[in-house]
Antibody
Framework: QVQLQESGPGLVKPSETLSLTCTVS????????WSWIRQPPGKGLEWIGY???????YYNPYLKSRVTMTIDASKNQFSLKLNSVTAADTAVYYC????????WGQGILVTVSS | DIVMTQTPLSLSVTPGQAASISCKSS???????????LYWYLQKPGQSPQLLIY???NRFSGVPDRFSGSGSGTDFTLKISRVEAEDVGVYYC?????????FGQGTKVDIK
């Protein structure tokens, strides 16, 4: 069964760039769409966007100016960059398989603080 | 953006009893391709969300048949026929017909 694992810094300074990687195991990344979703502490879910293995992307318009997603099929990984972060970007970030995700990673808490 | 409104926001259920959660969208979720992209997720305590139902009424792989989804247009329902202790958590509906995808605010289910 496919498994996803997020990795990256748990603490990012305001105005800097949040960078996360999702490693996929148990299946090839060279199919499906791959998504990022986030959840501020104690709050609901916010869809960030998704990337296709071909490299095509779709981002939430509210985050589009700050988001970049990439995919590295050779490593079976895909990545998220969110620039100019503020405290409002503090959240658990999930990677997931599918544009409407069926399989999710365990999530990684990223705190934006100086 | 499409606003997804869930009711109730919390629900306390006796094991073995039925439970129902409503999800209403601010616009019809019927896509031009004829499908309705409404999903249900359960986030158990301390876990990531898990997909229960896709496209209104289809159970995802491994989901028990006590979970069922129904609805059309703007009104949707998730039903649990006989609640078990493992069903506690927060249930979210999500629409993927319109961009961006949006989630309901969540319904917290616990056991009496």
């Amino acid at each position: 069964q496919v498994q996803l694992q997020e990795s990256g810094p748990g603490l990012v300074k305001p105005s800097e760039t949040l960078s996360l990687t999702c490693t996929v195991s148990g299946g090839s990344i060279s199919t499906y769409y791959w998504s990022w979703i986030r959840q501020p502490p104690g709050k609901g879910l916010e869809w960030i966007g998704y990337i296709h293995y071909s490299g095509s992307t779709y981002y939430n318009p509210y985050l589009k100016s700050r988001v970049t997603m990439t995919i590295d099929a050779s490593k079976n990984q895909f990545s998220l960059k969110l620039n100019s972060v503020t405290a409002a970007d503090t959240a658990v970030y999930y990677c997931a398989r599918g544009a409407s995700p069926g399989y999710w990673g365990q999530g990684i808490l990223v705190t934006v603080s100086s | 953006d499409i606003v997804m409104t869930q009711t109730p926001l919390s629900l306390s259920v006796t094991p073995g009893q039925a439970a129902s959660i409503s999800c209403k969208s601010s616009q019809s979720l019927l896509h031009s391709d004829g499908k309705t992209y409404l999903y249900w997720y359960l986030q158990k305590p301390g876990q990531s969300p898990q997909l229960l139902i896709y496209e209104v009424s289809n159970r995802f792989s491994g989901v028990p048949d006590r979970f069922s989804g129904s609805g059309s247009g703007t009104d949707f329902t998730l039903k649990i026929s006989r609640v078990e202790a493992e069903d506690v958590g927060v249930y979210y509906c999500m629409q993927a017909t319109h961009s961006p995808r949006t989630f309901g605010q969540g319904t917290k289910v616990d056991i009496k």
